[in-house]
């Protein structure tokens, strides 16, 4: 599997260079020289990061897997407060951020369990093996627009008066979703493991952790609409201006994202990849088009933040139920 990995990586790393005359000078500025090839070479190293630590949930050596993704968190943090501390700028902090990507070859040197779960094989052929990381790859760049990216996503849907009054806006989705979305990102690979187990219960294993993320949405919604805006006050004061109701359906909002996160770990865990894909791509394009619509801009944050992930899980749970009901198959 490391294998694999290191070989999707390094294929990402060549397209990025190959395309960086179209992207690099706007986005990588006077640096480019320098952060084009660290880009790169991050995506390689990256790239065996990720297979690792697949590796190691597949294999449910989780006491490696819980080392590996700590290590890595706590190695890039310390490294960037570092950087900031010695004042080496935006060039030396971007670095950094770049070789905790490679911290994974410290455990190949020292931890025999490391070693033998990069060592292992896929259960699949290489090329369908390959297919199905296509398809993942598809979806964690619609993740990454509809999580990560989402304001710059609302930049280029927004006018220039709206987005100078949105600050307390971008800081109010921050601070809703990061509760719920960080941990349950940090652990999607536990999650895989535990729904890989489940498999033959079909769509009941997903019964009681989405309603338990519903469960938190209602009553983080409730508590975010009564003391939301005396928290940003406190927090913030004189800075932000954020209304109770926007707050509430932001931390819903968040909710709905878990629930989506939850029901494609479900679908990647019974093997239908198209459908996980599927679910993730037709979420961040209804949230495109939700922002698009002529509604004052917090109207439609909150119903951009609510119709995709509402989608996307509708998808998810029908090829779920789809996949459960179908006949199995009859081998010749």
């Given at each position: 599997m490391l294998t694999n990995g290191l070989l999707v990586g390094s294929i990402l790393a060549v397209l990025i260079l190959a395309s960086s005359w179209t992207?690099?000078?706007?986005?990588?500025?006077?640096?480019?020289?320098?952060?084009?090839?660290?880009?790169?070479?991050?995506?390689?190293?990256?790239?065996?990061?990720?297979?690792?630590?697949?590796?190691?949930?597949?294999?449910?050596?989780?006491?490696?897997?819980?080392?590996?993704?700590?290590?890595?968190?706590?190695?890039?943090l310390t490294t960037v407060g570092c950087s900031v501390l010695l004042g080496v700028g935006l060039l030396g902090l971007e670095f950094t951020c770049a070789l905790a990507a490679a911290l994974w070859l410290?455990?190949?040197?020292?931890?025999?369990?490391?070693?033998?779960?990069a060592a292992a094989r896929a259960d699949v052929p290489r090329p369908l093996y390959l297919q199905q990381i296509g398809h993942a790859m598809l979806s964690s760049s619609a993740t990454a627009a509809l999580i990560v990216?989402?304001?710059?996503i609302l930049s280029f849907t927004s006018t220039a008066q709206e987005l100078a009054s949105a600050g307390g806006l971008l800081l109010a989705i921050q601070l809703t979703r990061a509760p719920i979305m960080v941990p349950l990102q940090a652990f999607q690979g536990v999650a895989i493991a535990a729904f890989v187990n489940q498999?033959?219960?079909?769509?009941?294993a997903l019964y009681k952790p989405a309603a338990l993320f519903i469960a938190v949405g209602v009553a983080g919604g409730i508590?975010?609409?009564?003391?939301?805006?005396?928290?940003?006050?406190?927090?913030f004061p004189g800075k932000y201006e954020v209304p109770a109701w926007l707050l509430a359906t932001l931390t819903f909002d968040a909710?709905?994202?878990?629930?989506?996160?939850?029901?494609?770990?479900?679908?990647?865990?019974?093997?239908?990849?198209?459908a996980y894909s599927i679910g993730w791509v037709s979420g961040t394009a209804?949230?495109?088009?939700?922002?698009?619509?002529?509604?004052?801009?917090?109207?439609?944050?909150?119903?951009?933040?609510?119709?995709g992930p509402a989608l996307g899980s509708a998808i998810h749970v029908a090829s779920i139920v789809r996949r459960s009901n179908a006949p199995p198959a009859v081998s010749a």
């Open positions: 992207w690099a000078p706007s986005v990588l500025g006077s640096s480019t020289l320098w952060l084009l090839p660290t880009l790169a070479l991050a995506a390689v190293a990256y790239s065996g990061h990720s297979a690792l630590a697949g590796a190691s949930a597949g294999a449910q050596e989780w006491t490696l897997y819980s080392q590996l993704m700590s290590a890595e968190a706590v190695f890039r410290a455990f190949l040197l020292l931890s025999p369990t490391a070693r033998g779960a990216g989402f304001p710059v498999r033959n219960r079909g769509i009941r508590a975010a609409g009564l003391l939301g805006p005396w928290l940003m006050e406190l927090l909710a709905l994202m878990a629930v989506l996160t939850l029901t494609g770990t479900a679908a990647l865990a019974v093997g239908i990849h198209r209804v949230s495109i088009l939700c922002l698009l619509l002529p509604l004052p801009l917090s109207v439609r944050t909150a119903l951009a933040l609510a119709a």
